[in-house]
């Protein structure tokens, strides 16, 4: 399997349009309302892009055996690195992978200290966010709506173990 993480200007508008208008994917997106145009794909690129030249990093497309399968990466959002994972329902077994690989880049060659992620309340499956690691942080609103932050602190090495 060969896995690639491109700048969303690298994928076609198309297929992050389709992506976004899946129902499967739009249930776990509250922020996400009405249709997703090619207007509104235009602003979510720039948008995503100014992260990268303003922060340095930002969302990357997944690009799986040479089809996109999502988005996700890391974005600043008020001060911290916030996880996200969007996946077409085809690829969702392949999260894991690429959590890993994120996480990776997170605390290694990006030297963050903790990441978060954000869910809306109506996400009750999160036993396995809880086995990664991460731990309920607090409540915050974005965008009119409610979620709950988890973070995930940076594994402390333990120096002269084997």
Not at 28 to 46: T, V
Request: charged share 30%.
């Amino acid at each position: 399997m060969n896995i690639e993480f491109k700048r969303l200007t690298e994928v076609k508008k198309s297929e992050i349009i389709e992506l976004m208008n899946n129902q499967l994917v739009r249930r776990q997106m509250p922020l996400l309302r009405g249709d997703f145009s090619e207007n509104d794909c235009d602003k979510f690129i720039a948008a995503k892009e100014r992260l990268w030249t303003e922060h340095g990093y930002g969302p990357w497309a997944f690009v799986i055996n040479d089809q996109f399968a999502g988005w996700g990466g890391l974005q600043p959002e008020n001060g911290e690195a916030d996880l996200a994972l969007v996946l077409h329902p085809n690829y969702w077994g392949l999260g894991k992978v690429l959590y890993k690989e994120i996480i990776s880049r997170a605390f290694g060659e990006m030297g963050l200290n903790s990441i978060v992620v954000l869910f809306p309340p109506t996400r009750t499956r999160i036993k396995g966010l809880l086995r990664l690691g991460f731990k309920e942080d607090k409540e915050l609103e974005v965008g009119d709506e409610r979620f709950i932050r988890y973070r995930l602190e940076k594994p402390v090495k333990n120096e002269g173990k084997k």
